[in-house]
């Protein structure tokens, strides 16, 4: 009843599918955890015209679906642009504008755990500010949460396969291209949901290496 | 040619009544999901906290096998794959798209709730369970009586913040051609070519809906908090 010839038939076009979904997800980690590292910045800012700006941004992003970012990203560039928007910059602009608030908030969180004494000593050295989050802030508090920010890495992931609804061609919009050809849903959604498992049990296996090395440390 | 905004179909009848009727029709998938995925993720949750060792095993399958799929695949899985192998009575049924979206979203989120189950129980401290079994408790007693008020009132936060991402993965029931909020504001598009004005209208939807389980939950987790053991932000 299973027939993998199917899979076997159309492995070169599944092959770009993916390749797309993987290109998807390094232009939006490149540009979210970035945009990220500053968000966590500005989320611990006392200086209120950072923060408040700030803080609103990551809640208004964090109620809304990725679905309906990734719409309303679509719908809004061509206005500011003019033209013609391709669906591959519009998901890189929804993703990385999404992912910035998940990461943010993780980031957040390893700035915090930054012992007081650590960042006043900081100072007390004659460090202004950007010096601090630069020597101090960013590469304690980053490096205290990077198994947070590999499970949020495996979210990104799997939801660039949203970018499904503005007809981007990634792994999932190829499978179902195929599909509408071939009539193989079994066998074609199986194959991209094992490839997907696959890839994501990896990753959260690095994610409890990580951990549990953070584990002995402490 | 520049854009030219035009607020007014977003009130103007047919699409005022189609936002309407989507809006509805997202709150009702994201309830009728969580009732499945409450009840089926505390069992799986619960599952993983006992000491027996095929129990850890089966909600641990289960919990990484729907966390590592994206949602969206589970749901043409569901939707397209299955209902051909169930044969055509249940492959021709009416409103097929709606069963599948609940019962995909259901399962999905129960994964995402075993999990918060679980942490909520491995949080009560280790000392809770030693002086209730030295009280002369059986084990089921002392989940019955300890771990599980305890553990539930840890969890509300956590489940709040699961119950309002039930609502905004409902928008991808859009995919299986559910017309629901975002669903909506897509055809509008299709419609009137007025696609930023429609998809605005849809996010306030969902921040609407999102800010009342803020506000209700906010209360119910007042009434049940036991001074000093959960701690606000």
């Known amino acids: 009843m299973i027939d993998v010839t199917v899979i076997i038939e159309n492995i070169d076009l599944l092959w770009g599918g993916l390749l797309m979904t993987f290109k998807l997800f390094i232009v939006a980690l490149a540009g979210g955890l970035p945009l990220g590292i500053f968000l966590g910045l500005g989320r611990l800012s006392s200086r209120k015209w950072i923060y408040y700006p700030v803080s609103a941004y990551v809640h208004f992003i964090r109620n809304v679906p990725l679905l309906m970012l990734i719409f309303w990203i679509y719908f809004s560039l061509p206005i500011i642009t003019g033209g013609l928007v391709e669906p591959f910059y519009a998901a890189v602009v929804s993703f990385v504008i999404f992912e910035a608030t998940y990461f943010g908030e993780i980031i957040r969180a390893g700035y915090q755990s930054v012992s007081k004494g650590t960042i006043q000593a900081g100072y007390s050295t004659g460090l202004n500010y950007w010096q601090v989050a630069r020597y101090i802030l960013i590469p304690i508090g980053l490096r205290r949460v990077i198994p947070s920010l590999v499970t949020q890495c495996i979210i990104l992931f799997q939801d660039t396969s949203l970018a499904y609804v503005i007809g981007l061609r990634e792994f999932v919009r190829t499978a179902s291209l195929i599909d509408n050809r071939v009539i193989r849903p079994l066998e074609l959604y199986g194959f991209v949901a094992i490839v997907f498992l696959i890839i994501c049990l990896i990753g959260s296996q690095i994610v409890k290496r990580l951990e549990s090395k953070e584990g002995e440390r402490k | ?233």
């Not at chain 2, 249940?90 to 129960?110: D, Q, V």
């Not at chain 2, 084990?139 to 008020?149: D, K």
């Not at chain 2, 803020?214 to 119910?220: A, D």
Request: charged share 15%.
């Open chain 2, 1 to 233: 040619m520049a854009y030219q905004f035009d607020w007014s179909i977003i009130w103007t009848n047919p699409y005022f009544k189609w936002l309407v009727i989507g809006f509805i029709k997202t709150v009702e998938i994201g309830i009728l999901s969580w009732i499945i995925a409450l009840p089926l993720g505390i069992g799986i949750g619960a599952l993983r906290s006992l000491p027996s060792r095929v129990g850890r095993v089966v909600g641990t399958a289960y919990v990484e096998f729907f966390r590592n799929i994206p949602l969206l695949v589970q749901l043409f899985f569901w939707y397209y794959a299955i209902p051909p192998l169930l044969g055509t009575r249940i492959s021709r049924m009416h409103n097929l798209e709606w069963y599948c979206a609940i019962f995909g979203l259901g399962i999905y989120t129960a994964s995402r709730v075993a999990e918060h189950v679980r942490s909520g129980f491995s949080s009560v401290p280790v000392g809770q369970r030693f002086a209730a079994l030295s009280t002369g408790l059986s084990q089921f007693q002392m989940f019955r009586y300890v771990i599980i008020p305890y553990g539930f009132r840890i969890m509300i936060p956590p489940l709040t913040t699961e119950f309002l991402t039930i609502f905004k993965n409902s928008a991808l029931a859009m995919t299986i051609g559910i017309l629901e909020l975002s669903g909506i504001s897509w055809r509008i598009n299709e419609y009137t070519f007025h696609g930023f004005e429609a998809s605005t209208a849809a996010i306030v939807g969902y921040l609407i809906i999102g800010l009342t389980i803020i506000f209700l939950m906010g209360k119910v987790e007042k009434r049940l908090r036991v001074p000093g053991l959960v701690r606000r932000e």
